[in-house]
């Protein structure tokens, strides 16, 4: 039901920025959270931010607490990830997925994007 297609990313130094974009596509986005997902080689999948498509309850790990914010734009379909102070750590894969607000799991979600690739390096 939901179409994610994530862009955005690419080579930045320490302490740079970038921002992600997440277009969504798809019926009954009411009943969907948002999300971003990063995996760096060799290390588990890690649930960075949370949003939902109507409500503006928002989740962040502490990991990006202070540095990433996530939001959204409902009129354009598109979630957003500002990305401040990136460090060498966060450099992975970054996932947009979507969850259903009533059931599933961010281990395993149903809807994901292709990947964007973030590189944080000197």
């Known amino acids: 039901q939901v179409q994610l297609a994530e862009s955005g990313g690419g080579l930045v130094q320490p302490g740079g920025s970038l921002r992600l974009s997440c277009a969504v596509s798809?019926?009954?986005?009411?009943?969907?959270?948002l999300g971003w997902i990063r995996q760096a080689p060799g290390k588990d999948r890690e649930l960075l931010a949370t949003?939902?498509?109507?409500?503006?309850?928002?989740y962040y790990a502490d990991s990006v607490k202070g540095r990433f914010t996530i939001s959204r734009d409902n009129a354009k379909n598109t979630v957003y990830l500002q990305m401040n102070s990136l460090k060498t750590e966060d450099t992975a894969v970054y996932y947009c997925?979507?969850?259903?607000?009533?059931?599933?799991?961010?281990?395993?979600?149903?809807?994901w994007g292709q990947g964007t690739q973030v590189t944080v390096s000197s």
């Open positions: 997925a979507a969850k259903p607000n009533l059931g599933g799991t961010w281990v395993r979600p149903d809807y």
């Open positions: 949003i939902g498509w109507v409500s503006n309850n928002i």
């Open positions: 798809g019926r009954f986005l009411d009943a969907y959270r």
